[in-house]
């Protein structure tokens, strides 16, 4: 089991049902999914782009990627039926909990200029980030990139309310601006 799922199970649990005074071990919120996507619009022009940008994905996530392709066409956007347009992966379980604590942790520190994520949350208890590059992952080699490409990462949790959510995942490890970091102990 990940040192991150084990802290989740015997410290972060009893702390958000301290705080919030939660009555029942299910009401805690939980990390359900974490869901990376990337847009590759201008990538998909370039076949061996496309496959760098899987492989890249499949490293520093441990998980297969699938491409997303159009589902119509649309001509102002020189966009055809079928073309590929993204690339997402969905991760779940002890795979999740492992990237969650390598992005905490190693890549999160990489970001130039980086002073915390924006607290902000979606209202229904989901977070979501855009990164600008995906050299931060020390997986990506960097010698064989071809692209720069940024992605969205969601974090998707059980929290009813944007205050569960935050404090759910600054317990996690996410720096946010303006909150104090937990250090796991």
């Known amino acids: 089991m990940s040192r991150l799922k084990e802290r989740y199970k015997s410290q972060i649990k009893k702390d958000l049902q301290e705080k919030?005074?939660?009555?029942?071990?299910?009401?805690?919120p939980r990390l359900k999914t974490i869901v990376l996507s990337m847009g590759i619009a201008e990538a998909a022009k370039d076949k061996n782009i496309v496959q760098q940008l899987l492989k890249e994905v499949a490293n520093f996530t441990g998980q297969k990627p699938i491409v997303v392709k159009s589902k119509k066409a649309i001509s102002n956007f020189k966009l055809?039926?079928?073309?590929p347009i993204?690339?997402?992966?969905?991760?779940?379980?002890?795979r999740m909990y492992?990237?969650?604590?390598?992005?905490?942790?190693i890549a999160c520190p990489r970001i130039k200029d980086f002073r915390g994520f924006n607290p902000?949350?979606?209202?229904?208890?989901?977070?979501?980030?855009?990164?600008?590059?995906?050299?931060?992952?020390?997986?990506?080699d960097l010698d064989e990139l071809k692209k720069v490409q940024?992605?969205?990462?969601?974090?998707?949790?059980?929290?009813?309310?944007?205050?569960?959510?935050?404090?759910?995942?600054?317990?996690?490890?996410?720096?946010?601006k303006n909150l104090p970091i937990v250090v796991a102990a």
Not at 155 to 166: G, R
């Open 120 to 140: 902000k949350c979606d209202g229904s208890g989901n977070y979501s980030l855009g990164l600008e590059d995906q050299q931060i992952f020390p997986e990506v």
């Open 20 to 28: 919030f005074g939660y009555p029942n071990v299910m009401q805690i």
């Open 86 to 94: 993204g690339i997402k992966v969905t991760i779940r379980g002890t």
């Open 150 to 176: 940024g992605m969205n990462i969601t974090f998707v949790t059980s929290a009813k309310s944007d205050e569960e959510c935050v404090e759910l995942l600054r317990q996690l490890g996410i720096p946010f």
């Open 80 to 83: 055809r039926q079928g073309q």
């Open 98 to 105: 492992d990237f969650l604590d390598r992005f905490c942790n």
